[in-house]
């Protein structure tokens, strides 16, 4: 069961993106604020589990999307170490979740796709806890931050909101380019069964107009006495 929590974190294997993704490998750095982001393979009647640490008080996000596969929906169902349940919802295609951790403990979540008999997800989810740690922290500091330091810090968060607005550029695309695979390979399969199709009524054709034009000689026999 993949575990997310605690030092080393980790995430399973490495695979392809877009329609032929599979699993993204993502090394997760511990620490008081961190962030999951794994994109893997969900088969049909299956379900895959994640547990993640979290102290009491801790503010987390949970982001899925589903990328490829039959009508791009997923179960998604969250726990508290109790057991109790803090969300769940049934066959979204994407969706986001906040909620700050009632107590110490690892929570876990899970998505399904128990309901689907042959056809595979492939499905992404961001998991955040806690907040970035700053870049300067303010401990034994006299004083503010110079303005080369704003200033870093501000780039600092731009450069998060590119990488989130890059994630979900991709995702998209990845999600389109499934669309497009799946179209062509309906047109292609049509348009063969076109072909074939109109190859039988043509040939049809040819002997109906034969059979018009063809000559139906009659014999006919003298009885002698």
């Known amino acids: 069961m993949p575990w997310l929590g605690s030092a080393p974190r980790w995430a ?36 895959q589990c994640f547990y993640e640490d979290i102290t009491q008080g801790t503010k987390c996000t949970l982001e899925f999307q589903v990328i490829t596969g039959g009508h791009y929906d997923v179960d998604c169902r969250l726990e508290d170490p109790d057991g ?14 906040t909620f700050t951790a009632s107590k110490n403990g690892t929570y876990k979540f899970c998505f399904s796709n128990e309901f689907s008999t042959f056809t595979h997800k492939t499905v992404y989810f961001d998991f955040q806890v806690g907040e ?28 998060k909101s590119v990488i989130d ?35 039988v009524v043509s040939i049809g054709q040819v ?6 034009f063809s000559d139906k000689r009659t014999t006919t026999t003298r009885v002698g006495s």
């Open 132 to 159: 970035d740690p700053p870049l300067f922290p303010s401990e034994n500091r006299v004083s503010a931050l110079t303005q080369m330091e704003s200033a870093c810090v501000s780039i600092h968060e731009a450069l």
């Open 207 to 212: 002997f109906l107009l034969k059979s018009f």
């Open 165 to 199: 607005y890059q994630t979900h550029f991709r995702l998209r695309e990845a999600q389109g380019r499934s669309r497009a695979e799946d179209l062509n390979t309906r047109v292609a399969y049509w348009s063969v069964g076109e072909a074939l199709i109109l190859l």
């Open 84 to 97: 109790n349940v803090l969300y769940k919802e049934m066959k979204k295609q994407y969706d986001s979740y």
């Open 12 to 47: 399973a294997a490495a695979g392809r993106w877009g329609c032929r993704l599979l699993v993204l490998l993502v090394f997760l750095v511990p620490g008081p604020g961190g962030a999951s982001e794994i994109t893997f393979e969900l088969p049909d009647n299956a379900k």
